[in-house]
């Protein structure tokens, strides 16, 4: 069962999700592009060694596809840091905190934590005819001090993830406590690209909240 009662590490048990995104499958397209170009490439190299195996010495041949056989594995390779460098890229809202993954290559994965009361101004920015049309775009959080800014890169509903975060953020602004924030606009939260209105679909969708601070659960 899909939950996110341990997100990511630190994460404490009676501290709810409201935002868990990756970005859009669309944004992933030029790298699959490339990808699909190379393993053809690759396919065709490897099929044109054998083809002219009888026209080149043994030698030559064995040279031949020992180079396109590293080509073709070099492809593979790249499809598959390129693809788990795009997936494990994952963003978290909680009622206290924004979390920001970032998977670099294969063994460097980055956690930035930022506290919502360092939050200053959070803008979106959607450029482009696919992000338009298909809603995704960049959310980009302006920071107190001299901390970086976090960006969201090419997320979808970056409208309704820019107005849940400007929301918690001007909760803890007004004084109210950790148990007591939750967005307060029509959107409840944006879990895995999914646009949640109702407490309700949002525990369904494995975000734990308190059970002091909603008894809905005891209606699942």
């Known amino acids: 069962m899909f939950t996110l009662r341990h997100a990511f590490p630190g994460h404490n048990d009676n501290e709810p999700v409201f935002i868990f995104v990756r ?21 065709i190299i490897v099929a044109g060694s054998l083809a002219i195996r009888t026209d ?10 020992a180079a396109s056989g590293i080509f073709a ?3 593979i390779v790249f499809s598959l840091i390129a693809f788990i460098d795009f997936y494990f890229d994952i963003q978290i809202v909680t009622d206290r905190r924004i979390i920001d993954i ?11 934590e930022l506290n919502l009361e360092d939050v200053e101004d959070v803008s979106i920015q959607i450029s ?11 959310v980009i959080i302006q920071t107190a001090g001299e901390r970086m800014n976090f960006h969201f890169h090419q997320v979808p509903h970056p409208r309704e993830i820019a107005s849940i975060i400007s929301d918690l ?10 148990i007591g924030r939750e967005p307060k606009g ?9 646009v949640v209105d109702n407490m309700t679909d949002l525990i369904r969708l494995g975000v734990h909240l308190p059970e002091h601070r909603h008894s809905v659960q005891e209606k699942l």
């Open 23 to 43: 970005s859009h499958p669309l944004a992933f397209l030029p790298f699959a592009l490339i990808c699909i170009v190379m393993d053809i490439v690759a396919g």
């Open 56 to 65: 080149i010495g043994g030698t030559a041949f064995n040279i031949a596809l």
């Open 73 to 75: 594995l070099f492809a």
């Open 102 to 112: 970032n998977q670099n290559r294969l063994f460097d994965r980055q956690l930035s």
């Open 128 to 138: 482009g005819t696919l992000p338009t049309l298909f809603n995704y775009g960049d």
């Open 169 to 178: 953020a001007e909760q803890v602004k007004r004084g109210t406590s950790a």
């Open 186 to 194: 029509p959107v409840k939260g944006i879990i895995s690209g999914k």
